[in-house]
C-alpha cells in the first residue's frame, strides 16, 4: 500500500536509519501542515516505526534536505491544485485501476487536493493537458504510475547534462538522469545511457563494464563518507562500538580491492593516544559477507571492525537503490559483482 502523506514525510525523515533534530521539527511542521491531530500522528507513526525497514521500500527520495524541499514545495497550494487536477486527467490516459485511484484519492486527499484529483479524474474538461509537475507531488506521480507511464513527463527541474566521463552507468530503457541532491558533485552526463559523473572532470582509470547497473568505486566511497557525516551531524557515534571520546574522519575513508574482497578503512583519532586505521572487509561473491576479524584483536576493536564491515554492507546495499530511485527505474537489483575498479549489479527487469 502507498504510503499516506505524513508516512512519506517519516520515511524521508528516517532515510539515513536515524532521526535528527532537525527531521523531528521539520515532521512537526509537517503535522500542522496536514492538519493532522495528534492521535492520528501517533497512530500512523506507531504503524510506520513498527517496520522501519519499509523505510526503503515506501520513501520517494533522500534525508532532511529533501524533506524541507518537500515541505517548501507544499506551501504553494495555487499552483498545486491545477497540476493535481491535470494528473488526475494523466491518469485515464494511462489507465487508473481501483486500487490505484484508491491509494492515490488517499495521498492526495491527505494533502488537502483530493477534491481537485478527484475533479480532474471526474471532470476532466476542467483539466489541463499534464506538460510536468513540481517535486513536491512526485509521490503522487509514482502512486498513479505516471513517472512510468509517461516518461516524457517529469518532475519540473531544468538542468543541462554535463561533459564528462561516466562514473555510474544505468543500462535501462526507462532510466533517466536527473540531479543528485544527496550528491550534488555527481551530475547527469552525455552518454548514450542514463550516466553520472563527477563535477570536477574526473576520468575513470578504466572504462565502465558490462553490466545494468553499473558505478565505480569512487562513489560507492564518497557515499560512505556521506553516511557517516550524517550520523556525525546527529550528534551520533560514527562508528557503532566506537567509545566515547574517540572520533572518525570522514574524510579519510579509503577503499581497497582485491580479488572478490573490498576493504574499508578509515582514520580514528585516538585524542593523546594519536591516530590509527582500522579496517574491516567484505567478500562479494552470492552474497554480501563480512570477513571476521583478525584473531587476538581486543573486543572494542573487534567492535569497531564489524561496524565498519556493516557500514561497507549498509552502503552496497542503499546506494543502488538510491541510483534506481533517482533514475525513475522500477527494477529490483538480481545480483552483484566486481570488475576491476567498478560494481556491477544486473537488474530483475
Known amino acids: 500500500m502507498a504510503p499516506t502523506p505524513f508516512e512519506h514525510g517519516l520515511a524521508l525523515a528516517w532515510s539515513d536509519g536515524a532521526l535528527s533534530r532537525d527531521g523531528a521539527i521539520m515532521l512537526e511542521t509537517l503535522q500542522k501542515q ?3 491531530s495528534d492521535s492520528e500522528r501517533a497512530k500512523q507513526e ?3 516505526l513498527a517496520d522501519i525497514s519499509k523505510n526503503e521500500r515506501r520513501s520517494f527520495g533522500d534525508g532532511d534536505q529533501i524533506l524541507r524541499e518537500w515541505l517548501e514545495g507544499l506551501n504553494d ?36 487536493l483530493g477534491e481537485e484529483l478527484a475533479n480532474g479524474i471526474w471532470l476532466e474538461e476542467e483539466a489541463e493537458p499534464l506538460d510536468g509537475w513540481p517535486p513536491a507531488l512526485d509521490p ?3 502512486i498513479l504510475g505516471l513517472v512510468i507511464a ?11 547534462l554535463s561533459d564528462g566521463s561516466a562514473f555510474v552507468v544505468i543500462r535501462n530503457q526507462d532510466a533517466k538522469s536527473a540531479p ?12 548514450e545511457n542514463c550516466a553520472w559523473g563527477w563535477k570536477n572532470g574526473a576520468t575513470p582509470t578504466t572504462e565502465a563494464p558490462d553490466g545494468d547497473l553499473v558505478y565505480c568505486n569512487s562513489v560507492l566511497l564518497a557515499w560512505i563518507r556521506r553516511l557517516i557525516t550524517m550520523r556525525h551531524q546527529r550528534g551520533e557515534s560514527s562508528l557503532d562500538g566506537l567509545p566515547d571520546g574517540l572520533q572518525v574522519m570522514p574524510s579519510s575513508t579509503e577503499i581497497e580491492r582485491k580479488e572478490d574482497t573490498l576493504n574499508l578503512s578509515m582514520i580514528v583519532d ?37 561496524a565498519l564491515g556493516n557500514v561497507l554492507v549498509h552502503a552496497l546495499e542503499t546506494l543502488p537503490r538510491q541510483l534506481l530511485q533517482a533514475s525513475g527505474t522500477n527494477s529490483d537489483l538480481k545480483s552483484v ?7 556491477v549489479h544486473d537488474l530483475d527487469s
Open 34 to 36: 496536514l492538519g493532522l
Open 150 to 160: 509517461l516518461p516524457q513527463v517529469s518532475s519540473k527541474q531544468d538542468f543541462e
Open 337 to 343: 559483482r566486481m570488475e576491476e575498479g567498478w560494481i
Open 270 to 306: 585516538l585524542g593523546e593516544n594519536g591516530l590509527v586505521r582500522p579496517w574491516a572487509s567484505v567478500t562479494i561473491g552470492e552474497s554480501i559477507e563480512v570477513g571476521s576479524a583478525p584473531e587476538g584483536l581486543a573486543p572494542n576493536w573487534v567492535k569497531i571492525h564489524d
Open 77 to 112: 497550494r495555487q499552483s498545486l491544485e491545477p497540476v493535481t487536477r491535470s494528473m488526475g486527467r494523466a491518469a485515464l490516459d494511462v489507465g487508473l485501476s481501483k486500487s490505484a485511484w484508491s491509494e492515490a484519492f488517499r495521498f492526495a486527499d491527505g494533502l488537502g
Open 140 to 142: 503522487l506521480a509514482i
Open 46 to 48: 506507531q504503524l510506520w
Open 180 to 191: 543528485l541532491s544527496w550528491m550534488p558533485d555527481l551530475v547527469p552526463v552525455e552518454n
